[in-house]
Structures are given as C-alpha cells and as structure tokens.
C-alpha cells in the first residue's frame, strides 16, 4: 500500500474527498491538515474510492476514518491489512462518538475505544459570532466599542494574495513580542509554522480570511475553510496591544463568511490551555465535537 506525501498539491486531489467527510471535526480538513503538515508528516492514499490520511506522530502512526464516496469496509480491511503487516497496530483517530460505535460494529472486540475530551473542538452557531446579539455577548459588545472609539481609522479587508507579504511580517513580529514576554508555548510555536505554511502557499489552499488593519498596518488575521454547513476557522492572530482585537476578528470574519446553508463554526479545541479555555468558552459554544480514538489489534 502506497501512502503518498500530503503536499500542496495533493490538497486538490483529496478535497472531494473530504468534502464527503462524516462529522465536523476539525482535524480532517484539507487547509487543516496542510497547516499542521508543517510540524508532523502527512500522507494520504485512496483505498477502494475513499481517502485516507496518515499522520505520523512520536508514537506512532495514526489514520483517518475513510472519507468519500467508495466502499469503506473494503478501505478499512484494506487498512487492517496494511498494519497487521507492517506489526503494527491500527489506529484511528480521532473519530466522532457515532464513527468510533460504527468501528467497533465493524471490528468487533478487537476495537479498543478511548474518549479523548481533552481534544474536543467548540462549535458554535454562525449567527451568533457574526452578530454579538444578547446580554450573554456583552463583554465581546463592550471590548469592539473601545476598538471603534479608540481607531476609528480601522478597516476590514479579504485575505487575498497580495496581503500575504504583510501577513508574514507580522507572524514574525507576532512570534518576536510572544518570545520577549516569555509566553510562547510549545503548541503555540507549532502553530505559527502551519500559519506560516497556509501564507505561503495561500493560492493552493481552499480558504478563505480577513484581515484587519489599523491606520495601513496589519492588527490581526484570521482565516479557515468551509465544508457543508460548517467553518472551520484554523487561524485568528491579533495584536493584543489594540484591545479587543480578537473580538473584533470573530465578528467581522464570521459575519463576511456568512452563505446559505452556512450554520456552524468550529474553532477548534483550546489545546489543553487554561486561558484558551476560558477564552474559547466566552464566546459561548452550542455545544462540543466529541472526539474518540479507535485501536484494532487482532489477538
């Protein structure tokens, strides 16, 4: 079985395919995996009409549940095969609570299923992050007022080509003041080379992003993807010295994102840190996207 390095160019190759993709979990997207490819090796491979990723982590490798239209159980026995030779075992994840149910029903006790709350992403309905409305949104309400008041010289702007070389300007000096304050955490650093990663090869990806300028300069950017009724929203980066900057990236990409059928937005999980937490939970989710690992190993 030939696993093929997941570069730019396989970006277009597999998109149908995870446009397919059950759930909406943000870790099986195109422009996400793309992004995190900058830290971890990703391959892919079509097996019987479905895609399938592989990553491989310290660990080990771990693989997707098949995307697409084609014959999953072929994938998956196709799949097992390919670990039992390599003595190895099969792992899948992460998966959602009902594709973790629906591989165990294929695998029968040689699945071991293990929730992964930690990973979890929040969700959150369009509208709600688009407008701000409600007493629950007044502290995000009351953060864009002090941004309007204090730079009214403020502008919105499409994230388009010609605003990458400004782009990655400010991921360098975004990284520079994290580093000077001594708050640069580990899955932080790893994010900003998959940031750097989608800027540089922006033309190739299937995103879309927002830029937000101060008097010409650049005070924040966000950017993500749409599949079905969700977007998945992989980056936002402010400058916190314009105070409410984030809020005001939330609003204004999730509102100039807005398209029928568009209902939800994931912003991903808070990657186990407290602040992100608190931060993530402000905003008001509608809810989480549960995630589970599958282990198959034939005794």
């Known amino acids: 079985m030939d696993f093929i390095p997941f570069d730019k160019e396989a970006v277009a190759i597999t998109a149908p395919y995870f446009a397919k993709k059950s759930g909406r979990l943000c870790d099986w997207t195109p422009a ?36 697409g239209e084609g014959d999953t159980a072929a994938a998956l026995s ?10 190895k075992p099969l792992r899948i994840s992460p998966v959602t609570p009902e594709q973790a149910t629906q591989l165990t029903a294929f695998f029968g006790d040689s699945a071991r299923v293990k929730p992964m709350p930690q990973y979890a992403d929040y969700m959150y309905h369009h509208t709600d992050l688009a407008t701000f409305a409600g007493r629950r949104y007044s502290g995000q309400r009351n953060h864009i007022n002090q941004f309007l008041k204090k730079h009214p010289n403020w502008e919105y702007r499409p994230l388009t080509a010609e605003l990458i070389p400004s782009l990655l300007r400010f991921t360098d000096e975004y990284l520079r003041l994290k580093q000077a304050r001594g708050v640069l955490s580990e899955s932080e650093e790893e994010d900003m080379n998959g940031v750097r990663a989608v800027l540089t090869a922006w033309d190739a990806l299937p995103m879309s992003g927002g830029v937000i300028l101060v008097d010409g300069a650049v005070a924040g950017f966000a950017a993500g993807e749409r599949i079905g009724d969700t977007l998945y929203v992989h980056i936002e ?12 990236l939330v609003r204004e990409y999730a509102a100039h994102s807005a398209a029928e059928g568009l209902a939800y937005i994931n912003r991903e999980d808070d990657a186990g840190e407290p602040g992100l937490r608190q931060s993530k939970l402000a905003y008001r989710p509608c809810g989480m996207a549960e995630k589970c690992s599958v282990t198959v190993e034939r005794k």
């Not at 995190?36 to 391959?43: C, D, L, V």
């Not at 196709?78 to 003595?87: F, T």
């Not at 980066?237 to 005001?248: A, C, E, L, S």
């Open 78 to 87: 196709a799949l097992e095969a390919h670990c039992r030779q390599a003595n």
């Open 32 to 67: 996400g995996c793309y992004l995190w490819s900058a830290n971890y090796t990703y391959h892919y491979a079509i097996l019987h009409g479905c895609l399938v990723m592989q990553v491989t982590l310290p660990f080990g490798e771990i693989y997707s549940p098949p995307m």
């Open 237 to 248: 980066k402010g400058d916190t010295r314009y105070v409410g900057i984030y809020q005001m």
